[in-house]
Structures are given as structure tokens and as C-alpha cells.
């Protein structure tokens, strides 16, 4: 089956950096790569998602690259804000499957 | 739209009790997922319903843990017996899904369960 690695696990920026999660997968067969934000005590919510038909997506501050022949895809934030502050979830999915799976999280602390 | 909604929203119950959690969809999803989150941790897949489709039920812990679902509509995730280590948030998702296309996952504000 699918396998997703995430990191790192904590990330500590300071208000206006930039930062970057990675995700790996394993199954080459995955072209469907969601990422979700889960506050504190909250629910988990998507923020971007890719499919594997493209390199890269943005929306606003956030942007996701993927890079197929490697199996790697990665979330950026840019000018980040202590509202940024949440765990972040990648998940894959196969052609074969509906049922993602979720690397381990990072949490992501931005410093005022 | 209403969004995905979960009851109750905190259940604590004595060890070895059994304890039902429920799960609304958001209407017109014919997927719904079932997830555990110990705290601090990830996502841990239990139960998948797609439709009228047999349940994909590969993420059950044990045979404590059961689901139904009727149509498309609500859920309920069932716990037998409970163990301390069924503490955990419960997380129900609902998605809409069509032929080979991948969406969105919408997911409830939790049930959170402690078994004392």
C-alpha cells in the first residue's frame, strides 16, 4: 500500500519567513495529493490540493509543488502570520483508491 | 450549506461500556470516512462507505469497532467494550466523489472519547 512520509515534524518560524513541508510518497500511482490545517482543537480543513497532471498550484501565500519522478511534493508558505500557526496534513491517493493516506503531521509554530 | 456535524461532541464513559458515536453528512456525499486522532498524532484511516458499495472496513482496530451506514445518509461508529486506549478524538468526513475523481474531504468537529 500507500506510504507517506512528512517532514519535519515542528517548524519554528518567525512572523514574514517563508516555510516549506515535504511529503514523500511511494505509490507511483498516486495522483491526488490534498493538504489540510488543523487548528488547534479544531477539525481538519484543505487549504490546496494537487493533481498529478500539474507541477505546481498557488493560491495567495500557498503554493504546492509536486515533482512525480521523485515522489516528493511539498507545501510553501510564504510571509507567514502567528494565524498560520496549525498542524499540517499531507495525503495521498492512488488511481485505485479513495482512501488517503495522511503523513504523520507538522506542526508549525510562527513567532510574532 | 450545513456542513458535516458529529454527536455528541464529548463522551466519557467507564471502561467496558460500549459507546455509539454519530456521524450527518453533508447532503448529496455519497462517500464517508471514519478516523481516529490520539492526541498529538495523525490521521488513522478506520472505515470507508462509498454509496451502496460494501463498506471498506481495512482500518478497524479490532472487532470491538463496527460502523453503519444507511444510503447516504448518517453513520454510527460503534465501540464495544471499551478500552482506555479507545481515548481518542473521532473524526467523521464526508466527500463527494465521482468515477476516477478525487475530492475534498469535509470533516466534522469530532466526537472526543474518554474511557475512564
Known amino acids: 500500500g500507500e506510504n507517506v512520509e512528512q517532514h519535519p515534524s515542528t517548524l519554528s518560524v518567525q512572523e514574514g519567513d517563508s516555510a516549506v513541508i515535504k511529503c514523500t510518497y511511494s505509490?507511483?500511482?498516486?495522483?491526488?495529493f490534498p493538504w489540510y490545517k488543523q487548528e488547534l482543537g479544531k477539525r481538519p480543513q484543505l487549504i490546496i490540493d494537487?493533481?498529478?497532471?500539474?507541477g505546481e498550484k498557488k493560491d495567495q501565500r500557498i503554493a504546492v509543488t509536486l515533482n512525480k519522478t521523485a515522489k516528493h511534493f511539498s507545501l510553501h508558505i510564504t510571509e507567514t502570520q502567528p494565524e498560520d500557526s496549525a498542524v499540517y496534513f499531507c495525503?495521498?491517493?492512488?488511481?485505485?483508491?479513495?482512501?488517503?493516506?495522511f503523513g504523520r503531521g507538522t506542526s508549525l509554530i510562527v513567532h510574532p | 450549506g450545513a456542513g458535516v456535524s458529529q454527536s455528541p461532541s464529548n463522551k466519557v464513559t467507564e471502561k467496558g461500556k460500549d459507546v455509539e458515536l454519530r456521524c450527518d453528512p453533508i447532503?448529496?456525499?455519497?462517500?464517508l470516512y471514519w478516523y481516529r486522532q490520539r492526541l498529538g498524532q495523525g490521521l488513522e484511516f478506520l472505515i470507508y462507505?462509498?454509496?451502496?458499495?460494501?463498506?471498506?472496513k481495512s482500518g478497524l482496530p479490532s472487532d470491538r469497532f463496527s460502523a453503519e451506514r444507511t444510503g447516504e445518509s448518517v453513520s454510527t461508529l460503534t465501540i464495544q467494550r471499551t478500552q482506555q486506549e479507545d481515548s481518542a478524538v473521532y473524526l467523521c468526513?464526508?466527500?463527494?466523489?465521482?468515477?476516477?475523481?478525487?475530492?475534498?474531504?469535509?470533516f466534522g468537529p469530532g466526537t472526543r472519547l474518554t474511557v475512564l
Open positions: 494537487i493533481r498529478s497532471n500539474v
Open positions: 468526513a464526508s466527500s463527494w466523489t465521482s468515477g476516477n475523481v478525487r475530492n475534498e474531504q469535509f
Open positions: 462507505f462509498q454509496g451502496n458499495s460494501a463498506p471498506d
Open positions: 447532503s448529496g456525499h455519497t462517500a
Open positions: 505509490d507511483s500511482a498516486s495522483n491526488y
Open positions: 495525503a495521498a491517493l492512488s488511481g485505485g483508491s479513495y482512501i488517503p493516506t
